[in-house]
């Protein structure tokens, strides 16, 4: 299963097992299941970002632009077992 990313200019989705680990996150951001905010549309680049880095979207100073191209390196990391954070 995928998370959908609206209004990614690349990334369309996002895998679901790559978000798993932060769906406390995304119960604190947006209280709603990661299977929930799917079912509603998804979610954009940087409010995935922000699930990921633990902080409210409205903390985090990027663009979507930034947000897209931080969260393809994670998610090329992740699928390949590298252990990675993404920058703060």
């Known amino acids: 299963m995928n998370m959908t990313i609206m209004e990614g200019k ?3 989705s ?3 097992e790559v978000l798993r680990p932060f769906e ?4 604190r ?8 905010l799917n079912q509603r549309g ?3 680049p940087k409010e995935t970002l922000a699930i990921i ?11 979507e ?4 191209a931080e969260l393809s ?13 993404p920058e703060a």
């Open 10 to 12: 690349y990334l369309k």
């Open 29 to 36: 951001n947006h209280d709603q299941t990661l299977e929930r």
């Open 65 to 68: 632009d930034q947000a897209e």
């Open 53 to 63: 880095r633990g902080c409210s979207f409205y903390r985090l100073n990027v663009t």
């Open 73 to 85: 390196k994670f998610i090329k990391a992740a699928q390949s077992n590298v252990p990675s954070t």
């Open 42 to 44: 998804g979610l954009t």
């Open 14 to 16: 996002i895998p679901m």
């Open 24 to 27: 406390k996150q995304a119960y």
